[in-house]
């Protein structure tokens, strides 16, 4: 399995403000995806990164709130951008292992908190 | 359009006691399902999954899970639980959209509490 981190695990930002995550893995991964976590929620798919071309967003999410980066097969980046209280939640990026098992391997999350 | 439902937002169970948390899927093949569990201030661990072969799939920690097909379910069971199993499980079938993306379909999530 992928080993995943992620940078800041947490923060507490200020309404209007930007913030960037950052996904490292410990291989080389073509599939990653970001997601959010609201509060008591599941897990909704915002994009997926691929290394080499423009992320893909879900219905709902667009790039200009969400600016996304995969310069490389091991890196990747989210940016959040003019936040609101409505952005609070935690975001987590994950990897699909290769092979076509469409397995998930997930990092341990950024947890954002705007007031 | 596929979806994932289970139905049970909360569960507890005393220590010992055998545990199954339910999972019902709507997907136009055969699917690609996982159980994942996420414990308090952590990511998303992934307990087993199925994708083809033996319906009864084993996975980490003593858990097991059923695909069956006719009841379109993915049921995850543990004999006897133990209270670091306290934690929040989600069920995730997949792919779906356009190509062969990877992209999964989680569950609302089932929280589990373990009574002493």
């Known amino acids: 399995s992928a080993v995943i981190s992620q940078k800041p695990s947490r923060d507490i930002c200020q309404r209007g403000t930007s913030l960037t995550i950052q996904c490292q893995v410990d291989?080389?991964?073509?599939?990653m995806f970001w997601y959010r976590q609201q509060p008591g929620q599941s897990l909704t798919l915002i994009a997926t990164?691929?290394?080499?071309?423009?992320?893909?967003?879900e219905s709902g999410f667009v790039i200009d709130k969400f600016p996304i980066s995969r310069p490389n097969l091991t890196f990747s980046t989210l940016t959040v951008s003019n936040m609101s209280p409505e952005d609070s939640s935690i975001y987590l990026c994950?990897?699909?292992?290769?092979?076509?098992?469409?397995?998930?391997?997930f990092g341990p999350g950024t947890r954002l908190t705007v007031l | 359009a596929q979806s994932v439902t289970q139905p049970d937002i909360h569960i507890t169970v005393s220590e010992g006691a055998s545990l199954e948390l339910r999972c019902n899927y709507s997907?136009?093949?055969?699917?690609?399902l996982f159980w994942y569990v996420q414990s308090p201030g952590q990511g998303l661990q992934l307990l087993l999954k199925?994708?083809?072969?033996?319906?009864l799939v084993q996975g980490i920690k003593g858990f097991e899970a059923e695909f069956k097909r006719s009841q379109s379910s993915f049921n995850l069971r543990k004999p006897s639980v133990h209270w670091s199993d306290a934690a929040e499980y989600f069920c995730?079938?997949?792919?779906?959209?356009?190509?062969?993306?990877?992209?999964?379909?989680f569950g609302q999530g089932t929280t589990l509490q373990v009574k002493p």
């Open positions: 291989s080389q991964v073509t599939m």
């Open positions: 997907y136009g093949a055969t699917p690609y």
């Open positions: 990164a691929n290394q080499g071309s423009e992320a893909t967003y």
């Open positions: 995730a079938v997949g792919p779906y959209g356009s190509g062969n993306t990877g992209k999964l379909i």
């Open positions: 199925y994708f083809s072969g033996d319906t």
């Open positions: 994950s990897v699909e292992r290769e092979g076509g098992t469409h397995e998930q391997f």
